[in-house]
């Protein structure tokens, strides 16, 4: 069974510029979670999507953060413009509906 | 607000040491306990918790729940290099779904010398 799949794995982007993420979870898994993760810090939900719809985005910056995921499959984090302290790294997550959460390998972002 | 604290938050130990790791939480309508091995980047699940005084246990590893005193431990016995990671709690409370929000702790690095 293939992982959740991120892209790009890394990423240097000025402040002010804009960057985009992207997470293919688990082929079936209907929940889908994006978290940052800030060095020396646990991981921190931003958006939780059941299929294509947006169950929890209580934390997400929305300001400058957005997030979709079309057709219920695929999703992409977007920042514009970036701060420094955007620098982390951001994992997707997808699951079936269990409680157990598979992790893709994570986008780690600098700010410059 | 939701808050995991762990500890202790790095550890440093020789092989065939046991280890015990701290998880405390304060959560609104718990629901459950998890703990996560982190290795370079994704976190990999170990456990789930949800009724107190009942270990879980995989191999070496062993964790427990104490609702009432709201805690959780995970040990690690005979350890290995390969057990050096970042191990993290996360405690699940209600969310949008059925199967809730995890709020995760800010981890504890265990490092293991041969």
């Known amino acids: 069974e293939a992982g959740v799949a991120q892209s790009p794995r890394y990423k240097i982007i000025e402040k002010r510029q804009s960057v985009a993420f992207w997470c293919n979870p688990i082929?079936?898994?209907?929940?889908l979670y994006w978290y940052q993760q800030i060095l020396g810090q646990g991981p921190k939900l931003l958006i939780q999507?059941?299929?294509?719809?947006?169950?929890?985005d209580s934390q997400l910056p929305k300001d400058r953060f957005s997030a979709e995921r079309l057709k219920g499959v695929d999703s992409t984090l977007k920042i514009q413009p970036a701060k420094l302290e955007d620098s982390a790294v951001y994992l997707c997550?997808?699951?079936?509906?269990?409680?157990?959460?598979?992790f893709g390998p994570g986008t780690r972002l600098t700010v410059l | 607000e939701d808050k995991v604290v762990q500890s202790p938050l790095s550890l440093v130990v020789h092989e065939g040491d046991t280890v015990t790791l701290n998880c405390s939480y304060e959560?609104?309508?718990?629901?459950?306990l998890l703990w996560y091995k982190q290795e370079k980047k994704a976190p990999t699940f170990l456990f789930m918790l949800?009724?107190?005084?009942i270990e879980k246990k995989s191999g070496r590893l062993s964790s427990i729940l104490d609702k009432k005193e709201l805690f959780s431990i995970l040990n690690i016995t005979a350890t290995q290099t390969g057990d050096s990671a970042v191990y993290l709690c996360?405690?699940?409370?209600?969310?949008?779904?059925?199967?809730?929000?995890?709020?995760f702790g800010q981890g504890t690095i265990l490092t293991v010398h041969p």
């Open positions: 999507f059941q299929n294509n719809g947006v169950v929890d």
């Open positions: 959560v609104t309508n718990f629901r459950s």
């Open positions: 082929s079936g898994h209907a929940t």
């Open positions: 996360a405690v699940e409370g209600p969310g949008g779904t059925s199967y809730g929000k995890l709020t």
């Open positions: 997550a997808s699951s079936l509906g269990s409680y157990e959460q598979f």
């Open positions: 949800t009724s107190s005084g």
